[in-house]
């Protein structure tokens, strides 16, 4: 509409070329709005940027870990999958001479956690301590304590049925892994002499730690796949081969083991002695037969393994003044001085003999001897004037020889070398004091030793704990003619009217010598506690077995080492010969109501021991 100067208005209609010129400049508008928008461009670009450098990053990261790190990967990955598992080697096992087990490693369980994962649950804690027989508070300590670690132990050598208790648990974090125990079918009878192993089945003691070397066996290793649960899915490959121990077959003959193992636990309780050890040695080979102490030790009891003095072995350890068992090797070192012949005569009138300022003594005046009458008699004048005859020098190098001072070639641990001074530090009284067993000190088995060379007529052999199966040589340290002369004249201790008249054994001839020692004290030595000891050889006609016996303290009335020891040795080596199958060689003019009574063998032996007949006539002599 047009408005006009004077009023008047009036409508005007677009011509239809105007129309067209209008509908052109829309269309021109239309067109110019569609071109794009330079402000928008940099924002592309920068987009497209950004998603290539995305890419190139995603691109270069794929590569770095396929071709750089690729070798790391697999191994984290194989890490949560596979596992280096132990192949755990068993022990070798140890038997007697026969064969008979003595000490076997047999498969175990052990019980071990997850703390992390067991803490989970908790309400399992109480029914995992039962089964392993531990207190529910003090366990549930110990595993929140551990939360650090992910291996740890929470019993080790499970009772069979008490890990089948644990593994019908199934208790999360909690797992069985085996190993081996070591058991000991004949416990404290060999306890001593076996020692024991610790819980990883190391030697700790006795022949299980001098020979873990040959005992013990190689651990292997192999690469398994485990699942979540630690459970072996597949084995992968054997990284190292396991190998097992070597089997070790000992000297000991069990058979005689036992034997000796009954006679001395009853002659310690009949006699209410302190101790005791008995060792027996093949004096063909130096092998040990057997060898047994009390009290006794029980390689099974782990409350035992924290005393020592309750699993050392005194055979080997304890030194003990040998008291008259030494007089045989005093008589020996004055036969081969060539001052004294087996024929020649010792005064020892008046029955006693002054050294300084110690008058020395016999019981009785036994005057004019000869060397066997010494023995048989006990004389400590005599053997105190051949001493002094021969000096120190001699003795001194006679008994080193048959090796007091020093310890055996057994190679046992802990053994002990005795006391054998030099003899340049003898005195007078030292040089008469040693001739009747005092003033030096050994073990039962140096003792025991010293006799088997003196049954091989002057072969020394090495003494060994293991089997020997070929001939050994020895090393003479004394000669045959003299070995032979002094074995002669022990056996005229083993009569009537010698001291050692209970030592003797049925159709068999036993050479031997008695010793009873007063024990050192505080200031000198003890009158009241006494030291009763044998040594012998048997037969002795063909030497073959020498052994020793030692009570300690003998205190039920008795204490000779004829009347306390001397029995025992009859009843051992005399079973001993039988079960070796000995010929005898001497007839039995012995009256059966004399023979000396053995206990009877029960079936139980280590718990069922019967006591020895403790009525021996105490006999009137001096210490002999």
Same mark, same amino acid.
């Given at each position: ?87 755990v080697a068993h022990r ?7 064969g008979e087990p003595l ?51 929470? $019993?080790?050598?499970? +009772? /069979? =049925? ?5 593994? %019908?648990? *199934? ?5 069985? @892994? ?124 782990? $409350?035992?393994?924290? +005393? /020592? =003095? ?5 055979? %080997?350890? *304890? ?5 008259? @068992? ?90 002990s070398a005795g006391l ?205």
């Amino acid at each position: 509409m047009i408005r006009w100067p004077f009023g008047k208005s009036e409508s005007r209609r677009p011509s239809a070329g105007q129309r067209g010129g209008a509908r052109g400049s829309r269309n021109g508008l239309s067109r110019k709005s569609e071109t794009p928008n330079p402000s928008f461009m940099p924002r592309a670009m920068v987009i497209v940027v950004l998603i290539g450098c995305g890419a190139s990053v995603l691109i270069w990261k794929a590569a770095t870990l396929q071709l750089v790190e690729s070798a790391f990967l697999r191994d984290q990955g194989d890490e949560r999958f596979t596992r280096v598992a132990s192949v755990v080697a068993h022990r070798g096992s140890v038997t007697d001479r026969a064969g008979e087990p003595l000490a076997v490693s047999t498969p175990v369980d052990s019980v071990w956690v997850n703390p992390r994962e067991l803490t989970l649950a908790n309400d399992q804690i109480p029914n995992l301590a039962r089964a392993i027989n531990r207190d529910p508070a003090e366990l549930t300590r110990f595993v929140t304590t551990k939360l650090d670690r992910k291996f740890v132990y929470v $019993a080790r050598h499970l +009772q /069979p =049925a008490d890990a089948v208790k644990v593994r %019908v648990l *199934d208790i999360p974090g909690v797992h069985l @892994t085996r190993e081996y125990g070591r058991y000991y079918p004949a416990s404290e009878v060999t306890g001593h002499v076996l020692g024991f192993t610790d819980v990883d089945d190391s030697g700790q003691e006795g022949l299980e730690l001098a020979y873990d070397h040959w005992l013990a066996g190689e651990n292997g290793a192999k690469r398994v796949i485990q699942d979540n649960l630690g459970r072996t899915v597949q084995t992968v490959e054997s990284i190292r081969p396991m190998r097992p121990g070597r089997n070790m077959y000992l000297s000991i003959d069990m058979r005689l083991q036992y034997l000796a193992y009954r006679e001395l636990k009853a002659v310690i309780q009949a006699n209410r002695a302190r101790a005791g050890s008995v060792v027996v040695i093949d004096v063909t080979t130096g092998e040990v037969l057997a060898m047994v102490n009390q009290p006794t030790f029980n390689p099974h009891n782990r $409350a035992q393994r924290k +005393q /020592p =003095a309750a699993y050392k072995n005194r055979a %080997v350890t *304890d030194l003990v003044e040998p008291g008259s @068992t030494i007089k045989p090797f005093v008589v020996a070192a004055a036969l081969s001085s060539g001052k004294f012949t087996p024929t020649s005569i010792v005064d020892t009138n008046p029955g006693m003999v002054k050294v300084g300022i110690k008058m020395i003594e016999d019981k009785y005046n036994l005057g004019a001897i000869d060397l066997a009458t010494a023995l048989a008699k006990s004389s400590n004048v005599a053997m105190t004037r051949i001493a002094l005859t021969l000096g120190p020098e001699t003795l001194h190098g006679t008994l080193s020889r048959f090796g007091f001072g020093r310890v055996t070639t057994s190679g046992y641990p802990g053994e002990s070398a005795g006391l054998l001074t030099q003899h340049m530090h003898w005195r007078a009284i030292t040089t008469a004091t040693v001739s009747y067993g005092y003033g030096l000190s050994a073990t039962p088995l140096q003792l025991a030793h010293a006799y088997a060379t003196l049954g091989a007529y002057g072969l020394q052999r090495p003494v060994s704990f293991t089997r020997v199966d070929h001939a050994v040589e020895g090393e003479r340290v004394l000669s045959e003619k003299v070995s032979r002369d002094v074995v002669r004249m022990l056996q005229s201790v083993v009569t009537d009217v010698g001291t050692g008249k209970h030592a003797s054994i049925p159709g068999y001839s036993v050479a031997g010598k008695t010793g009873t020692a007063w024990k050192a004290s505080a200031g000198g030595y003890s009158t009241n506690r006494y030291l009763a000891v044998f040594a012998g050889l048997a037969p002795a006609s063909n030497p073959r077995l020498a052994a020793v016996v030692v009570i300690d303290e003998p205190s039920a009335g008795l204490y000779y080492g004829g009347d306390v020891a001397a029995p025992v040795f009859s009843r051992v080596v005399g079973g001993a010969l039988r079960l070796l199958a000995i010929a005898p060689d001497a007839p039995i003019d012995m009256p059966v109501d004399e023979m000396p009574e053995s206990a009877p063998m029960p079936a139980d032996l280590p718990q069922n021991i019967a006591t020895a007949d403790a009525s021996r006539r105490l006999t009137t002599g001096g210490l002999r």
